[in-house]
């Protein structure tokens, strides 16, 4: 089992940053990549960054050059960083954790992102 934590939703005015926090512990071992995902209302969840263990990271299109996941490794948990600039308001939404294992994903409770214009 994977445990994860979201932290550092908010709201922002257009044009500013936050960061997003997460922190996964348990089986920390077994997790192949991390990935923060995101849900607006109406839509259905979108994949907005990963990171692998081996610490490549890939992004969507949409956030490309605004966003920057990473992490650091403490000894009993990891912890991912999604930093965000330059946001718009189409960044509002509800951001989740995903941490990937074989054969398990999880998820955590999710942090509510709202950026006005």
């Known amino acids: 089992q994977v445990q994860l934590v979201e932290s550092g939703g908010g709201l922002v005015q257009a044009g500013g940053s936050l960061r997003l926090s997460c922190a996964a512990s348990g089986k920390i071992f077994n997790i192949n990549a991390m990935h923060w995902y995101r849900q607006a209302p109406g839509k259905q969840r979108e994949l907005v960054a990963t990171i692998t263990s081996g610490g490549t990271t890939n992004y969507a299109d949409s956030v490309k050059g605004r966003f920057t996941i990473s992490r650091d490794n403490a000894k009993n948990t990891v912890y991912v960083y999604l930093q965000m600039n330059s946001l718009k308001p189409e960044d509002t939404a509800v951001y989740y954790c995903?941490?990937?294992?074989?054969?398990?994903?999880?998820w955590g409770q999710g942090t509510q992102v709202t950026v006005s214009s």
């Open positions: 995903n941490a990937r294992t074989v054969p398990m994903a999880y």
